[in-house]
């Protein structure tokens, strides 16, 4: 009862002390930049667990500082000594380490814009540009960061502020300045840059220049007898009133810290009671290269605990135990994290690894799972697309399902182009899609149209490409995670299509099966092509493994349908050849005419005129370096 009625009082008082504490940092005549950052802190604290981890964003404040702009972003050390960070005018490089070292950080950015000098004032200089500033806070704690900041340890390049507004100085000298946290003035130096400070610290910056000469002007006339009158009165009135909310104002604040710092006591507490555990499983490692626990939660305490002490062996071996547990999509996603969340990430790569194959494999039909993987994070959605084995329609499909869930996941625009274009766009095999989709992508608004037409371009050029260039490219990129130039195993197969209008509507489309997919026919299978188009009506290729009705045995079959479109009919010349040995050109093998109505197919059940087991002999002429090659002219004469 006492631990849930204090939580409710800190709730109560924090709320009462946000709203008291605006109107104390921007009293009249009384600016407190000590006050102004506790504020802001304040609201980041409020706002910042609702924002995604390297997301900057802005921070609202009460309308009474509309003159100051406000930011904030939390992510991982790892992440933020790799990337570094862009904030605002704030430009942190990569390399840089804070101190102490902690799993996350908090960065705080500041622009006070017109109320930089109500908050800021050097004697002698004025200020030419607004003060800008920024901070970093453990949060660990992503809940609540607490008001621990962290120095940085730059130890490549600097970091720099820019100050793109600066206002000119005519035949004077722009120097940089840094404030302290209570408003004074720490040093005064000279740019390397136009309008850019470089430093190794946090803190407030902004330009200054050496102040004019003062001005002489004559006193001000001074006040009637009456006026002094009316102004005792209001100082009689108003000055215990101020006195008595000052001091009601600072007691609440007095006892706010107190509850705060017994709330953080309690916290410490709690987790130094979770993490003791894991702390002697290290121990009991460390000395015997054993562990007793044996559940996912308890090994991933002990390997977070390995990380902190940078026990990279325990890390490894409880990579190991939680590779052998059963996983779940839960606990994969868990693990793809990881990286992210601990120092030493090489250690638990086999078990990220391991996370994915789970994911790609459970979610291979992702037809079957629509729910489940349209609610997945973004490293489950790279995942399941990094797989050869994702069992699709076509690519076309793919580029579909990705477009749904970005946008499901990215409302806005802006963040929806980013994610497509770094991080899915090359999980999609745009050489494998159709012509008509890749025109689709170029005036598609989700994409970059730069970037659109850089990845329709490099498609177009490897569907010109000859096969065993082809297959060359592919195998290049089989030692990689981006795979964009491999086929997957697509339910319709790929075709090339060739076009032409004069002298009659025509199309030449180009189809080859492995041996491996006609192995698999055998005795009743089929396999579908993607569509293709001819006057204005969707057609495709299918080829079978059937009885020959004749002779009684099975042998190779190839059909052309079209589909299904309302009661539209229209006669077609056809005509199917294969590539054969030894010249390896095409030779016809059945000609004819159909006047086709929706949902009809036409062909010829034993194309090659041999039963089934010579068609797949290994001396078999049908198949050249393993594939069987297929052509089909399709002509409309009018």
């Not at 570094?84 to 814009?113: C, D, E, M, W």
């Not at 305490?301 to 059963?326: G, H, I, Q, T, W």
């Not at 996941?409 to 182009?417: A, D, F, N, S, T």
């Not at 199917?576 to 009809?600: D, M």
Request: glycine content about 6%; aromatic content about 12%; overall charge positive.
């Amino acid at each position: 009862m006492g631990s849930n009625g204090g939580g409710v009082w800190l709730f109560i008082f924090v709320v009462f002390f946000s709203s008291s504490l605006s109107s104390v940092v921007y009293c009249s005549g009384d600016y407190d930049p000590i006050a102004l950052d506790a504020l802001i802190r304040l609201y980041v604290n409020q706002t910042l667990s609702m924002h995604r981890k390297g997301t900057l964003y802005s921070v609202p404040l009460p309308s009474n500082f509309s003159g100051v702009n406000a930011s904030a972003l939390w992510l991982s050390s790892r992440g933020f000594r790799r990337k570094g960070a862009n904030i605002g005018f704030v430009t942190i490089p990569p390399a840089v380490r804070t101190a102490p070292s902690v799993k996350r950080i908090a960065v705080v950015y500041q622009n006070l814009g017109n109320l930089s000098s109500k908050y800021y004032q050097i004697s002698g200089y004025n200020l030419v540009a607004p003060v800008i500033g920024f901070k970093a806070y453990d949060a660990s704690n992503i809940i609540s960061f607490g008001d621990q900041e962290l120095a940085f340890k730059v130890t490549a390049d600097p970091i720099s502020i820019h100050f793109p507004g600066a206002a000119e100085a005519q035949n004077r000298t722009l120097q940089c300045v840094k404030f302290g946290n209570n408003g004074s003035v720490q040093y005064v130096g000279n740019m390397t840059q136009p309008n850019v400070c470089t430093t190794k610290e946090t803190g407030h910056y902004s330009l200054v220049i050496v102040s004019s000469p003062p001005v002489i002007v004559s006193s001000p006339p001074t006040a009637s007898p009456e006026k002094k009158g009316r102004l005792w009165r209001w100082w009689v009135i108003w000055f215990p009133v101020g006195f008595i909310g000052l001091v009601s104002l600072i007691l609440v604040g007095v006892l706010v810290v107190k509850l705060v710092r017994r709330w953080r006591i309690r916290k410490m507490e709690k987790e130094s009671e979770k993490e003791e555990p894991a702390l002697m499983e290290l121990l009991n490692f460390m000395y015997s290269n054993s562990l007793s626990v044996t559940t996912a939660p308890a090994l991933l305490d002990v390997l977070m605990a390995a990380d902190k002490f940078e026990v990279a062996s325990c890390m490894r071996y409880c990579s190991r135990l939680l590779r052998n547990l059963p996983m779940t999509p839960e606990s994969a996603l868990l693990y793809l994290d990881l990286p992210s969340s601990v120092l030493m990430a090489e250690a638990v790569q086999p078990l990220t690894d391991a996370a994915r194959q789970y994911l790609a494999v459970r979610y291979k039909d992702i037809t079957k799972f629509q729910d489940e993987v349209m609610a997945l994070p973004l490293a489950g959605i790279e995942a399941i697309l990094a797989s050869d084995d994702l069992q699709i329609a076509s690519e076309d499909a793919v580029y579909d399902f990705v477009l749904k869930w970005a946008r499901a996941q990215y409302p806005k625009l802006e963040e929806r182009r980013e994610v497509l274009g770094l991080r899915l766009a090359r999980f999609i095999r745009f050489p494998y899609m159709t012509c008509r989709k890749l025109k689709k992508v170029l005036i598609c608004n989700d994409f970059d149209h730069e970037a659109a037409s850089k990845l329709v371009l490099e498609a177009l050029f490897f569907k010109a490409e000859a096969p065993h260039r082809q297959r060359s490219l592919a195998a290049e990129e089989s030692a990689t995670l981006n795979h964009r130039f491999m086929e997957r195993a697509y339910k319709y197969r790929p075709v090339k299509v060739v076009e032409f209008e004069l002298p009659h509507q025509q199309c030449v489309v180009y189809l080859d099966l492995k041996r491996e997919e006609c192995a698999n026919l055998f005795p009743s299978g089929r396999v579908y092509s993607q569509a293709f188009h001819l006057g204005g009506q969707g057609f495709f290729l299918s080829a079978h493994c059937n009885m020959d009705q004749q002779s009684s045995f099975h042998c190779f079959g190839l059909f052309l349908g079209m589909q299904e479109k309302g009661s539209v009919s229209f006669a077609v010349d056809y005509e199917f050849a294969a590539r054969l040995k030894p010249t390896e050109e095409f030779v016809s093998k059945y000609k004819g005419n159909y006047t086709f109505t929706g949902g009809k197919a036409v062909g010829y059940r034993n194309l090659f005129a041999i039963p089934w087991t010579s068609f797949m002999a290994e001396d078999s002429i049908y198949f050249i370096n393993g594939i069987l090659h297929l052509r089909a002219e399709l002509t409309i004469k009018h």
